[in-house]
């Protein structure tokens, strides 16, 4: 019976978001295949990982093309992304715990790409003089990633409705990065 690569990616991220120091017995168990058939397609926690980031790079990047970045008001694609990205919120906050990732000169440029169209995002509203100029491109960027990690613990905790999502954290990164008129 061959394994199914994705829906063993899959299982690992929804367990690890919930419990980020489970064990490769743990993970097995939670896609439902042997430890050693595990160990065959990940040699380790690491190529684990390695291989989650990649999902997580992918999932990102098809938010990016699905919220259309560059289409109407910056304001309405930060909100058309966070609303994208939301499904793989919690596999992201994994991810932005994981400090080898983004350590060295490993960092796959994945993340890069991901960072360069984001803050080109809020660059452009700021451009169009939605958005704040006091704030760089690359602290809203890194803002919402840490909304989206917090968004998605407290919804993975339960103190944070999953329909809220969306609307809390637009609504607070938006409210710090709007131009306020001058009085």
């Not at 017995?25 to 397609?41: C, N, Q, Y």
């Not at 380790?44 to 990047?61: F, K, M, P, T």
């Not at 983004?102 to 451009?127: C, M, P, S």
Request: proline content about 2%.
């Amino acid at each position: 019976m061959a394994v199914d690569r994705d829906h063993v990616l899959r299982s690992a991220a929804a367990l690890l978001t919930r419990k980020s120091t489970a064990t490769m017995d743990e993970v097995a168990k939670a896609a439902g295949i042997s430890r050693a058939t595990l160990h065959r397609h990940f040699a380790g926690r690491d190529a684990l990982v390695r291989a989650l980031e990649a999902l997580g790079i992918a999932e990102c990047e098809a938010a990016l093309d699905r919220a259309r970045p560059d289409d109407g008001p910056a304001s309405e694609a930060v909100h058309r992304l966070v609303r994208e990205i939301e499904p793989a919120a919690a596999l992201l906050a994994f991810l932005y715990s994981e400090n080898q990732l983004f350590e060295g000169e490993e960092q796959n440029q994945g993340w890069v790409r991901i960072d360069d169209r984001i803050a080109h995002l809020f660059t452009r509203g700021q451009r169009s003089g939605e958005f704040r100029i006091d704030l760089t491109p690359a602290w809203l960027t890194e803002a919402l990633y840490g909304l989206l990690a917090s968004g998605a613990w407290a919804v993975t905790e339960g103190r944070v409705a999953r329909n809220d999502f969306t609307r809390m954290i637009v609504e607070l990164l938006l409210g710090g990065a709007l131009r306020r008129e001058e009085s």
